[in-house]
């Protein structure tokens, strides 16, 4: 079973379809990497018949985790997400970029501005004068007026932040599409039953066992674990980062405060990437506008607690 867990273990596991045409009695060959990913140890394991081609294809995913950090990550200076916090634009754009920040402003629409990548500068007040009552009342105010997605200009040519000292993150939505990449990637490659784990969860195909996947659920009560099978699931809540007792990383854009409405929130959808949005949405608004959001997606399953 997998643990989920802000800060953990990150890993990959991948195991390749074997074809009627391989005997039944192949030998997978297993090879295990370790390292980091997203800032944190990481591993991946692939079994696969041929020995070269495992580790062809983990050199592809070590190089694909490695390239999109280097856009989203807000711990790397040079990434293309701080290049635009730092200058306030970003010309010629990744793809990649655009299609995480349109993403996300579909679901700063339908939260009526509670999501919003834009909320940075709050996160910042947060972290640096959490312990100063006093001064961070101040610094709250003012950074509040620097966050509406609204002010967000984008397309192929320019990304560019239309207010003075604006800042975006995507650490709310980006562990899920980088899931979805690696994913792709790897069912690309012929790994039919895969489980990837990169902050938040992927599943291709059964377990090897041919079964659903197992994935342990501390956060939610009366529920060891979930079931999921060719789904994603993304959890959220105040255990991940916390300033200090009363103020955590769960920051509601229109109140401009952390918000405590429920434990946590796990979501299961048809990818990582809309599991993780929607994991980070619900734990920011209230039970009425967590209602309406979801009659848009009726197919993703909610559990809180």
Known sequence: MTKISRRKFLSISAICLVTPLLSKDTRLEQITWEGVALGAPSTMTLYHHNISYIKKILKKCEEEILRLENIFSLYKDNSSINQLNSKGYLNNPPKELLELISFSNTISKQTNGVFDISIQPLWNAYSKYSNNEKILK????????????????????????????????????????????????????????????????????????????????????????????????????????????????????????????????????????????????????????????????????????
Do not use: C
């Open 138 to 305: 101040q610094k709250v105010k003012e950074a509040k007026k620097l966050v509406s997605y609204k002010n967000i200009f984008f397309n192929e040519k320019q990304i560019r932040l239309n207010k003075k000292n604006m800042a975006i993150t995507l650490n709310g939505i980006a562990q899920g599409y980088i899931s979805d990449k690696i994913s792709n990637l790897l069912k690309k490659e012929g790994f039919m039953n895969v489980l990837v784990d990169l902050g938040e969860i992927n599943a291709i195909g059964q377990h090897p066992q041919k079964r659903d996947w197992n994935i342990l659920t501390p956060y939610l009560k009366n529920q060891d674990y979930i079931q999921i099978n060719n789904e994603a699931m993304a959890s959220s809540g105040a255990y991940g980062t916390r300033f200090n007792k009363k103020y955590h990383h769960l920051i509601n854009a229109k109140k401009a405060v952390s918000v405590d409405y429920i434990n946590s929130v796990t979501v299961l959808a048809e990818n990582a990437t809309l599991a993780d949005g929607l994991a980070t949405a619900l734990a920011v608004i209230s039970k009425k506008e967590r209602e309406k959001l979801m009659k848009i997606y009726p197919k993703a399953r909610v559990y809180l607690s």
